[in-house]
């Protein structure tokens, strides 16, 4: 080897050490400036942010074996419309050309597998079930159009289009074509017949014709045959209200009917104005300026933060000072963990997803690898108005005509959830979107401290050994937030650590306001000068198929009767009787006898149990259904579209379950009183054995609402949640959360000799935090992301409510 080989590989060698030797002290200096840093914050008394746990993951990229529960991805859903697109028979047009008049694609989402088949695959490795969607198409290119549905897999190359469903064309929900085209025709025809009447009631004029004082028209109530008496139709009243923050809270005695039957020819079937009726605007025209009645006078608002339908903050402000108000966080990081959309916590597991027709689904939930139900989903949400106009009087709202799943949009750190949580996004099909819609914070997860003991106890004298136990119950929470038009529904479940369910569901937003025409005060409070608060009825329905021990289960009610004992042997009056309550177990054996209707003069427990599964004393280890949430349908059944809604006739139904009765509603619910594509009562009606058969309950909870002064500018959520548990009943042999580490024990280290001290088991937690909250800046990232949480108005694309 050459002198001057040796010299350079030398060089080469001594730039080596000293690189290292340079890392090195650079590494030295960043420790240091570390344990600077950590011990200024000791003696300032504030420690450092907190890190991510090691022990539990967040991966929210889907897998690469998809579940059977995971909603269609992006790709599945432009594979899908791809194949569709292929097939000659369908003659679908792309979102682009859509119209009333054509055949194109509405929607489409994962069509579950079969229980069986994917119980097996989950349970005992059995071949996975394909993934397929279902897919909703509209037919309005036919001499006879209609909605058809389809199954299409397998996925993600799909092969076969099956199961081929028709319903009328007149039954669909809502869409961009047809309200678009309806309005249109409204504001260009009132506008050339009626500008006058307008800018004279209401000082302003209508969309695309006014500048500053803007008034619209918006689609306020569906009108079905059944309502209309008018078969085979489909009508749809538009209210008059002026375009600002929000216009529900300012409604305008100017009301239209639009027959939207025909949909080469959108009419206007009748006008209600200054409480009368009108066939159609030139009658309205001729009566008005022949004074026949009384004329509206009613200033446009002034646009300003006082306004009373605004959210700006105004009144009394508190507190005083600037304050922040009380956060939670997670010292040691999170404690749980997701893969995809599988959840896991302290013992707990389960499979989120979010139907674009009917919202929020949890599935295969276990408790310790133990399945507690198979599927728990969000079914169905109506509203029933009541009032003298005909706005809100045939305003029954299904609220399934909007596709719940899409009206979840990306929820707000800090408001909608704590800021520790972790999102989960959705990805969905819409009508006039080329492109899959994606929201990016569609389900928020949480884990909170609720404030208050999951249990507790103190023996602190007599002769019992003196201790305390207690633990806070800390819960993990999945939630979403359903915007459906005026109305925001907040839905919630809440995993409690001794094996508990909570199923929540609250309202806030908007109230819908009417116009205080003669003989609304039957129907609400007055609120404004001209507007009524109108009464209400608020109905949620949710599906749960329990299996408690595996799928063959018993319905059984635990009623509480009175009975008057025998109490000669403990009393010297003559024939003494002792009153009490005894326990009386009926077994549900019937589906028509499980239909629940609460009554208060007879108490119950609700019990689901495998009966080859039972304690040592053979006491069945059931899960019992616990409503708080009750509430009683008053509208009379069989009228108007009380049919569409049958599933609110009982608080609780059990039916045994069918493959073919996945759901106890449907988007076609708004218009199909007459006669209903999914009809809830059949599900009773064959009356089929429950006994030892795989069953379903079918939960109904509502509140009326009669809406008052503080509901203005919108509903508060407090004591408006309504909510259903899942219990464990002698499922345990204890409490399960006897295993939780967030416990805490004290006991005198001497019983005779408290001054000797106390033995305090935390489980290894510290009273005092370790960490500090991490900084967040979700507003700031906000910012770059606008439409993450809005649509666009100017964006052709963005889907219409």
């Given amino acids: 080897m050459s002198e001057v080989t040796k010299q350079r590989r030398q060089i080469g060698l001594c730039r080596i050490i000293v690189g290292v030797l340079v890392l090195i002290l650079i590494a030295v200096i960043i420790a240091f400036a570390i344990v600077v840093s950590r011990l200024k914050s000791q003696i300032n008394g504030v420690p450092d942010s907190c890190s991510d746990s090691l022990a539990f993951t967040i991966n929210l990229d889907p897998p690469a074996t998809l579940p059977p529960f995971h909603d269609l991805t992006a790709d599945e859903i432009i594979q899908v419309k791809e194949f569709l697109y292929r097939q000659e028979d369908l003659y679908l047009v792309r979102p682009s050309s859509i119209a009333l008049n054509t055949s194109y694609i509405y929607s489409m989402e994962l069509h579950p597998p079969n229980k069986k088949i994917t119980i097996d695959y989950l349970d005992i490795k059995k071949a996975q079930p394909q993934r397929e969607a279902k897919v909703f198409i509209f037919r309005g290119d036919t001499s006879d159009p209609s909605c058809e549905e389809y199954t299409v897999g397998p996925l993600p190359n799909p092969l076969y289009k099956k199961d081929a469903k028709k319903h009328p064309f007149r039954f669909r929900p809502l869409t961009a074509p047809e309200l678009v085209t309806a309005i249109t025709m409204l504001e260009q025809t009132v506008n050339m017949k009626a500008s006058r009447i307008l800018s004279e009631s209401y000082g302003g004029q209508i969309g695309g014709y006014c500048k500053d004082n803007c008034l619209s028209f918006a689609m306020i109530t569906p009108m079905s045959s059944a309502v209309s008496g008018q078969p085979r139709t489909r009508k749809m009243w538009f209210w008059l209200t002026p375009v600002l923050e929000y216009f529900p809270s300012h409604p305008r005695d100017f009301i239209i009917r639009v027959d939207v039957t025909d949909i080469n020819n959108y009419f206007i079937d009748r006008i209600f104005h200054a409480g009368k009726m009108f066939r159609d605007l030139d009658e309205l025209v001729r009566m008005y300026d022949s004074g026949s009645f009384n004329k509206t006078r009613i200033e446009f608002p002034k646009l300003d933060r006082n306004l009373y339908s605004s959210m700006n903050r105004r009144g009394k402000f508190f507190p005083s000072t600037t304050l922040s108000p009380p956060l939670q966080y997670e010292p040691d990081g999170k404690r ?40 728990l989903s969000l079914q169905e949400i109506s509203v029933f108005y009541s009032a003298n106009n005909p706005a809100l009087r045939f305003a029954d709202f299904i609220d399934s005509i909007a596709l719940f799943g899409t009206r979840a949009r990306s929820l707000i750190s800090g408001t909608d959830c704590p ?3 972790t999102y989960l996004s959705a990805t969905h099909s819409i009508e006039n979107m080329g492109e899959p819609y994606y929201v990016d914070r569609a389900f928020c997860v949480f884990e909170q401290n ?17 201790v305390y136990e207690g633990m806070m119950d800390i819960v993990l929470t999945l939630r979403t937030i359903l915007t459906v038009a005026n109305y925001d529904y907040i839905f919630d479940f809440i995993f409690h650590q001794n094996g508990a369910l909570e199923v929540k569901a609250s309202s806030t937003g908007y109230i819908l306001t009417t116009f205080a025409f003669d003989g609304e005060d039957d129907y609400g409070f007055r609120l404004k000068d001209h ?58 054996r019937y589906e028509l006898e499980a239909a629940v209707d609460y009554d208060f003069s007879t108490p119950k427990y609700l019990t689901f149990y495998n009966k080859d599964v039972t304690t040592a004393t053979r006491v069945p280890r059931a899960y019992r259904l616990y409503i708080e949430g009750m509430s009683k349908q008053k509208v009379k059944l069989g009228s108007g579209n009380e049919p569409s809604i049958s599933w609110a006739r009982h608080q609780l139904a059990v039916t045994k379950r069918k493959e073919d009765e996945p759901r106890s509603s449907s988007i076609y619910a708004s218009w199909d009183a007459e006669m209903p594509v999914v009809n809830f009562q059949s599900f009773l009606d064959d009356n089929e054995a429950l006994t030892d058969q795989d069953q379903v309950a079918w939960v109904t909870m509502g509140m009326h609402h009669i809406p008052h002064m503080e509901d203005l500018p919108v509903t508060s959520t407090v004591g408006l949640d309504l909510r259903f548990f899942l219990l464990p009943y002698n499922y345990f042999d204890e409490d399960p959360a006897m295993g ?41 990232d906000l910012q770059t992301s606008p439409r993450s949480i809005f649509d666009d108005p100017n964006d052709a694309s963005s889907p219409i409510v």
Avoid at 342 to 348: F, I, K
Avoid at 751 to 779: D, H
């Fill in 336 to 375: 749980y963990s997701i893969e995809g959309r599988h959840v896991e916590y302290m013992g707990w597991s389960f499979d989120v997803r979010m139907s674009s027709t009917s919202g929020p689904q949890v599935w295969d939930i276990r408790y310790n690898n133990k399945r507690i139900v198979y599927e």
């Fill in 419 to 421: 800021h520790h949580s």
């Fill in 450 to 466: 609720t404030g208050i003991p999951l249990r507790r106890h103190l023996t602190s004298s007599g002769t019992s050994k003196k």
């Fill in 531 to 588: 507007i009524t608060g109108n009464i209400h009825h608020h109905m949620f329905h949710f599906k749960v198929d329990m299996d408690i021990n595996g799928a063959e289960n018993r319905f059984e009610t635990l009623e509480i009767t009175p009975v008057d004992v025998d109490n000669t042997q403990w009393s010297n009056a003559a024939n003494a009787k002792y009153s009490q309550t005894k326990l009386v177990k009926k077994l549900i």
């Fill in 740 to 780: 939780s580490g967030d416990a805490v024990r004290i006991e005198p280290k001497n019983q005779m000799a408290l001054n000797e001290g106390l033995n305090i088991l935390q489980y290894g937690k510290s009273e005092n935090p370790v960490c500090m909250p991490r900084k967040f800046s979700f507003m700031d």
